[in-house]
């Protein structure tokens, strides 16, 4: 079983940027979940993605998107980098349809914006 | 929208010591779920408690979820510092399925 992988690690981009971070679900999952985590907080529900459908978002701005591809893998795309954009992104899969499925947590992006 | 509240956010315990963290909802919650952060880790799934007055137990750890489905506990018997960590209470939001994270409370166990 192969499990929710996640790139880059690491991530330091300046103000008005734009970023891309990845993410493969793990095998048999088809939902990818997106978090942000901050410092001493916990994680911030950005969106989800099914059937490379949003499936609901957080209180996030639209310059946070996202894509999910036939292979369930997904992109989390951060327009106009802000310094508080710097956290940790976790990104989940689970199954969707399977009532209180857990999240599997790849090992998440830290990106700093200065 | 729903959110969960957990106490403390913090505990700090000798080692041996019980801990117990709480998590609380102002709504009917359908089911709670809860995760384990080690620092410098991510979440990882522990348990998930989805029916009124539910106990259920792994090893020291017993996860309680109330008769009103509006809280929660987490208790450690004698804690260990295996068990350092933050623990996150989760429960999902309306009847989509996608989870809410509480705050989380930061354990430290002293050797």
């Known amino acids: 079983e192969t499990g929710v992988t996640q790139s880059p690690t690491h991530l330091i981009k300046t103000r008005g940027q734009q970023v891309t971070l990845r993410c493969s679900s793990q095998?048999?999952?088809?939902?990818v979940s997106w978090y942000q985590q901050a410092l001493g907080q916990g994680p911030q529900f950005i969106f989800q993605?099914?059937?490379?459908?949003?499936?609901g978002r957080g209180n996030f701005p639209p310059r946070f998107s996202g894509l999910q591809f036939p292979n369930y893998s997904s992109e989390l795309n951060v327009n106009a980098l802000e310094l508080d954009d710097s956290a940790l992104y976790l990104c989940?899969?689970?199954?969707?349809?399977?009532?209180?499925?857990?999240?599997?947590f790849g090992n998440g992006t830290r990106l700093t914006v200065t | 929208g729903q959110q969960v509240m957990q106490i403390p956010q913090y505990q700090h315990v000798q080692e041996g010591e019980d801990f117990t963290t709480y998590c609380n909802s102002s709504?009917?919650?359908?089911?709670i779920q809860w995760y384990k952060q080690r620092p410098g880790g991510h979440p990882v799934f522990l348990i998930q408690?989805?029916?009124?007055?539910e106990v259920k137990k792994q090893k020291r750890l017993t996860f309680q979820f109330g008769e009103a489905k509006k809280n929660s506990s987490l208790h450690i018997t004698a804690t260990q510092t295996t068990d350092v960590g933050t623990y996150f209470c989760?429960?999902?939001?309306?009847?989509?399925?996608?989870?809410?994270f509480g705050q989380g409370t930061t354990l430290q166990v002293k050797p």
């Open positions: 989940a899969s689970s199954l969707e349809g399977v009532f209180g499925s857990p999240l599997h």
């Open positions: 095998s048999g999952h088809n939902t």
């Open positions: 993605y099914y059937r490379e459908e949003e499936n």
């Open positions: 709504t009917t919650l359908s089911n």
């Open positions: 408690l989805v029916k009124s007055g």
């Open positions: 989760a429960a999902s939001s309306g009847n989509t399925g996608k989870l809410i």
